[in-house]
């Protein structure tokens, strides 16, 4: 599996770039343009901040980094930031015999239907609320829900989320490559020359526009 030097990471308001600090510095660079090339139709103009982690990075290096953001999308860069000019975010952990109250914020109770199995072309899912696949979507095949769209597989069909209008719905997959994608009245087509990623990836909509970014384990700074 490809070893990634930058990770994305979405949200309601905007992008997270992360530089990932065991790699080399020429590495995040490449790999941060080939991946943005990919995904520049994704992207679109929304607003990008940039995490170096706790890289000591020269000016030289900073524009070469603007560069190539500016160069490959149409990311709005707001900020460059290090580890040090923000708190950790993961707090020390509680003291033995306390326990901390889980807020499911963002969850949403409702009706799911779940798919064992791979969906093939020509086949057609409509659903009044969150469809599961446990498998892959293949080209042709297409599901229309209500609610999510989740795929423990590769989404390479149509899928069609928050049909009903809902903006917050959400498309998730393990490979995400959809021939076409929608959420809700929001549309988006696949890249011209697609990449299939090595890692989960969610898309939603922020500021009218359909969003791409990496599910990965580091929690919002």
């Known amino acids: 599996m490809q070893k990634y030097a930058v990770e994305f990471k979405g949200t309601r308001e ?15 660079l ?9 995904r520049s139709a994704f992207f679109g103009e929304a607003a990008v901040k940039v995490d170096i982690g706790r890289r000591e990075l020269t000016e030289e290096e ?8 500016t160069k490959h999308s149409r990311l ?3 900020e460059i930031q290090s580890a040090g000019e923000h708190p950790p975010a993961v707090t020390s952990a509680r003291r033995q015999g306390e326990m901390e109250e889980l807020k499911l914020e963002g969850f949403q109770e409702g009706r799911c239907l779940v798919i064992k199995r791979t969906l ?7 659903f009044p609320g969150t469809v599961v696949v446990l ?3 293949n080209p042709g095949a297409e599901i229309v829900a209500d609610g999510d769209i989740f795929v423990f597989g590769t989404l390479r069909g149509i899928a069609h989320a928050g049909v009903g ?17 929608r959420i809700a009245d ?30 990965t384990s580091r929690q919002n700074a």
């Not at 905007?14 to 995040?28: N, Q, S």
């Not at 790999?31 to 090339?37: I, V, Y």
């Open 14 to 28: 905007g992008l997270t770039i992360y530089c990932l600090e065991d790699a080399a510095f020429e590495d995040v």
């Open 76 to 78: 709005q860069i707001t």
């Open 120 to 126: 093939r072309s020509g086949q057609y899912i409509r």
């Open 186 to 215: 929001v549309i988006s087509r696949a890249p011209d020359n697609p990449s299939l990623p090595d890692t989960p990836e969610y898309a939603y909509i922020n500021d009218a526009r359909i969003m791409i970014a990496a599910i």
């Open 135 to 137: 498998g892959d979507v």
């Open 165 to 181: 209008g809902d903006r917050n719905a959400s498309v998730v997959a393990l490979r995400l490559a959809p021939t076409q994608l």
């Open 30 to 38: 490449a790999d941060l343009a080939e991946r943005l090339q990919a």
């Open 62 to 69: 900073k524009d070469a980094l603007i560069e190539v953001i």
